[in-house]
């Protein structure tokens, strides 16, 4: 893997000892092994829903789910990005690990991931992945699976390109309601109904459709955008999503960093403008926050779908169900436009609901610091099988069962340039540090431009504290920390 320079506080750090050695390993539950259902929606930040705050769209299905589950209020993805933050997910491994590090065509190397879905193919379910997968662009089937689905690349909204029963076909109608037809399919006509099943359904909801060149770039004269299925445009017409002091471009303190003021200044600059044009806010002004929501309408339908056919089969509360997303998405805070994958809560919190009565007390938030690699490792204790020694994570069922003992204080989120970075982003790596309380950035390429903010007292990350002499004590402990983090993400 391509690997650039880091600062010297990271110098030494792949000999640090992983936390998998510090904490407990939990047994295998002893009851029928549970079914597995995990729903990925695409780009949907972690307040973009109704029961979590969004002032106008309704999902009366995902705030049923979110009553009837665990809440993880305090969820965080390890690479805010498609593709490794996806491999994350599916592996428990942070990216240093499993090499997915941006959205570069990974074909090869994403068919030898080492999955929670190939462990349980292997223990005797049947599995399932319908979706997105967008680790390597072709469309054909990943090892791990039984029944296979997905397109290329993005896919499409409208009509899409489906790669099922062994070849490419065109298919008609709106992805999310098409993708549903299949996932509940596989519920309802599972080939050997004496298997537990696993199902991973990667919705291409909310991305917008795209053409991208070679370069990883937007090709402003192809179809982009985003398009709500027909039943449900308009639903939102003249609604406004009251914008954040931190996307008001007339508050000049929005943007707290200088390597953010010379990204955002890049973006806007006369070239890039002409170029790309109005592609440049989507999905950052009013209507395309509007067109979001619309399109959410369908995503809520098919949690509705799901858990209306899990019921049916009498299996709802023998199934796990796992909801959540791949990265958050920027309204304009910080300057950001069209962008996932920079270190501010927008981005980096995700939303994530786990639902199964017999291990996780229903409508409980839980706010302790959680992370996508622990997906993995508590689907597999949830199975009844073993946490292989390769992931990172660290399963919920402590948290759950109240048993975390000396659960983690602080999660890393990092981000590795893009081979073909996107013209208006500069070149730029970070490792972040999140605790309860703060967050540390560091951009590897400018490594005297440090990222404070106190999350308390500044929720919006618009005060830098990092060259404050009465911040330098946190500064250095949380740099120390910092340092263990990419340690144990380092750690092979």
């Known amino acids: 893997m391509k690997r650039r320079s880091t600062l010297k506080l990271l110098a030494g750090a792949a000999a640090v000892t992983g936390m998998d050695s510090m904490l407990p390993r939990f047994a295998a539950a002893q009851a029928p092994r549970p079914n597995i259902v995990v729903v990925v929606i695409d780009d949907l930040r972690w307040d973009e829903l109704g029961f979590s705050g969004h002032p106008y769209l309704e999902t009366p299905n995902i705030d049923r789910l979110s009553r009837e589950s665990a809440n993880f209020t305090h969820a965080f993805h390890t690479t805010p990005l498609c593709s490794p933050n996806r491999a994350c997910i599916l592996t428990g491994e942070y990216v240093t690990k499993h090499g997915i590090y941006n959205n570069v065509d990974r074909f090869q190397l994403s068919r030898q991931l080492r999955t929670f879905t190939g462990t349980l193919q292997a223990a005797g379910y049947e599995t399932a992945h319908i979706g997105k997968w967008h680790m390597g662009d072709k469309p054909t089937p990943r090892p791990g699976y039984d029944y296979w689905v997905s397109f290329a690349g993005q896919g499409r909204i409208v009509d899409p390109e489906l790669y099922e029963d062994g070849g490419l076909h065109p298919v008609s109608g709106y992805i999310t309601d098409i993708l549903t037809d299949r996932a509940v399919g596989f519920i309802e006509k599972r080939r050997d109904r004496s298997k537990p099943f696993c199902l991973f359904l990667g919705h291409k909801a909310i991305h917008p459709d795209t053409v991208q060149r070679a370069d990883g770039s937007i090709d402003p004269t192809g179809p982009h955008g985003y398009l709500a299925a027909e039943r449900h445009r308009g639903r939102y017409a003249g609604k406004n999503y009251p914008k954040a002091r931190s996307a008001d471009p007339a508050d000049s303190s929005r943007i707290g960093s200088e390597v953010l003021r010379r990204i955002v200044e890049r973006k806007s600059s006369p070239a890039i403008a002409k170029e790309f044009g109005a592609t440049m806010n989507e999905g950052a002004d009013q209507q395309g926050i509007r067109d979001r929501a619309e399109m959410m309408l369908a995503v809520d339908e098919s949690i509705g779908r799901l858990l209306a056919a899990l019921e049916t089969q009498g299996l709802a509360d023998e199934t796990v169900f796992v909801f959540t997303s791949d990265n958050g998405y920027f309204f304009g805070e910080h300057g950001l436009t069209i962008e996932r994958r920079f270190p501010y809560e927008e981005c980096i919190r995700s939303p994530l609901l786990i639902r199964y009565p017999a291990r996780f007390k229903p409508g409980v938030p839980l706010d302790q610091l959680v992370s996508m690699i622990d997906i993995a490792p508590t689907v597999l204790e949830l199975a009844g099988l073993p946490v292989s020694a390769?992931?990172?994570?660290?399963?919920?069922?402590?948290?759950?069962?109240?048993?975390a003992g000396d659960w983690r204080k602080s999660v890393l989120v990092e981000y590795y340039s893009h081979d073909f970075p996107m013209p208006w982003v500069l070149d730029v790596d970070y490792r972040t540090i999140r605790t309860a309380r703060h967050k540390l950035i560091h951009w590897v390429q400018y490594p005297d431009l440090d990222e404070l903010y106190d999350l308390e007292a500044d929720p919006l990350e618009m005060e830098n504290l990092a060259a404050r002499a009465?911040?330098?004590?946190?500064?250095?402990?949380?740099?120390?920390?910092?340092?263990?983090?990419?340690g144990q993400s380092l750690s092979l």
């Open 390 to 403: 390769n992931i990172q994570g660290h399963s919920l069922l402590a948290l759950a069962s109240g048993n």
């Open 470 to 486: 009465d911040m330098r004590e946190l500064r250095n402990s949380l740099r120390a920390e910092l340092l263990i983090l990419v």
